[in-house]
T-cell receptor, first 114, second 115 residues
Framework: QKEVEQNSGPLSVPEGAIASLNCTYS??????FFWYRQYSGKSPELIMS????GDKEDGRFTAQLNKASQYVSLLIRDSQPSDSATYLC??????????????FGKGTKLSVIP | NAGVTQTPKFQVLKTGQSMTLQCAQD?????MYWYRQDPGMGLRLIYY???????DKGEVPNGYNVSRLNKREFSLRLESAAPSQTSVYFC??????????????FGPGTRLTVL
């Protein structure tokens, strides 16, 4: 069974600091990886996707991928209280007949302290 | 362009009652999904429909049935609700035409309480 592991947290960081969120996955042939942010009482929304080894930056967010180590991370620079949310790692796996299916981690709860 | 919509937003049922959760997407996506989310358990896939006319079980299908009414609509039915089905239910959709990079979009969710 494909597994995606995240530390559940909570992860507390002071405002302005870098928050580092980590994710490991079991399916070695996975090709694409996503980070979703979920505010309390709301639905998950996509904030980053990454497909190649290395770093991908988008504003204050950087996703990092190491396929050899089966490891994905999300860095949030200059963390703001509005970043306080649960962050879900999702890994894409081929499910046959030309379609793919996401497997989600249980999420890491981030609290940014003013 | 509303994306993924779900009705109702909230529902309270008594044990043994039945109900149908409705989901619709206007993005011409092929695949649709139903998840439940419980504290500490993350998102768990109940059923999915990879394309119109097909449905498959996910991780936790017991107690649920689904219908892919057409390409836009995917409903989830609880035939005899149980307190263990108290949860937040999310519908999602994805283009899923052979590209592993396709993004999955979520509806706003339905909060269901079974007494």
């Amino acid at each position: 069974q494909k597994e995606v592991e995240q530390n559940s947290g909570p992860l507390s960081v002071p405002e302005g600091a870098i928050a580092s969120l980590n994710c490991t996955y079991s399916d070695r042939v996975s090709q694409s990886f996503f980070w979703y942010r979920q505010y309390s009482g709301k639905s998950p929304e996509l904030i980053m996707s990454i497909y190649s080894n290395g770093d991908k930056e988008d504003g204050r967010f950087t996703a990092q991928l190491n396929k050899a180590s089966q490891y994905v991370s999300l860095l949030i620079r200059d963390s703001q209280p509005s970043d306080s949310a649960t962050y879900l790692c999702a890994v894409n796996g081929y499910s046959g007949a030309g379609s793919y299916q996401l497997t989600f981690g249980k999420g890491t709860k981030l609290s940014v302290i003013p | 362009n509303a994306g993924v919509t779900q009705t109702p937003k909230f529902q309270v049922l008594k044990t043994g009652q039945s109900m149908t959760l409705q989901c619709a997407q206007d993005m011409n996506h092929n695949s649709m999904y139903w998840y439940r989310q419980d504290p500490g358990m993350g998102l768990r896939l109940i059923y999915y429909s990879a394309s119109e006319g097909t449905t498959d079980k996910g991780e936790v299908p017991n107690g649920y049935n689904v219908s892919r009414l057409n390409k836009r609509e995917f409903s989830l039915r609880l035939e005899s609700a149980a307190p263990s089905q108290t949860s937040v239910y999310f519908c999602a959709s994805r283009r899923n035409r052979g590209a592993s990079t396709d993004t999955q979009y979520f509806g706003p969710g339905t909060r269901l309480t079974v007494l």
